[in-house]
């Protein structure tokens, strides 16, 4: 039950409801030990692991406890319980079998803190994704998207603590006011090379009427960290995990996350060319969108990851990395040259 010197503890009571209700027969005692999970969630994140003590005799399992202490994230101050207010919004009825969340077994809430007892996923994830797994998230998201936006269910209708529509727009608007990256691409001496600085100043001068045509498509609801470590390929399903970021969008916001977060640099231009209309066919199956020529998918990209790209290079610590940013936008302009 111990890590280092530390030990974390859990409630026997707590520890046989969760697994009662996993299990779905009584448990009457567990065994636990526990371990940290990597991943891009600002919480704390374990594997819980063990033996459960059932009628019919000692049943291993694994269940992941996720902890999220009150942080204030930049504009999106209620994001922090934003999980744990969507587990018990019935936000759950509104999935389809090929996209869902994990099963939640339990949820706690105290002062400035909650807790989320989740199914723990064994599939495929981060770099192990193909394309053709990234193709099937795009089509997945954009049917689970289609369907919400046609329906426009009663869940989501007034449910409080969702980010607003324009979160992507104002997170350009911040790094863009961010003089150390601004003022870099715009100096004589800097070392990225020039074309790839000028596509980025050319999104910062065309963003206003950009941003007014963005506004025009529908609003979905969006995830807003659709990228590889959120998404796992299970049985053959698409499942995501971490919706703290969770709200209303605009169409094809997530798809952006997917092309260009970290993804292989050597894969981006033919995700791009293989996403977009995946998602755009998944999304048509419950919604009509034929008369909506663009998604502004590349423009997006460009406002949302050129100065973040910037940020990095002038942080990267090795010649490696530096290269790595470079080579990732000039992936970019030529999606721009594809558009």
Sequence with gaps: MSESANVFRIKAKTLSAVLSKMMGVPVSRATYQTKPLQGGTVGDVRLVTGVAVCPDGDVPYKVVLKTQKKWTRHGDPLSWRREYDLYNSGLCALFGDGLCWPTCYHSEEAVNETRLWLEYIDGVTGAQLTIEHNEQAATELGRFQGRVFSETPHTLQNFPNLSKADG???FYLHYRSWDEVYDYVRKANCDIPPHLCKMII????????????????PVVLCHRDFWVTNIFVSDGKIRLIDWDTTGWGYLGEDVISLIADESDVNQMLELYNRLVPAYRRGFQEFADISQIPSLYVYERIVMHFGYRLVEWYLDADSPERKAL????????YEMGKMS
Excluded: C, Y
């Excluded at 999104?203 to 025009?216: G, Q, T, Y």
């Design 168 to 170: 992507m727009k104002n």
């Design 202 to 217: 050319d999104a910062d001068e065309k963003s206003a009427d950009v941003w007014k045509s963005i506004e025009k498509l």
């Design 325 to 332: 940013q470079v080579e990732t936008l000039q992936k970019i």
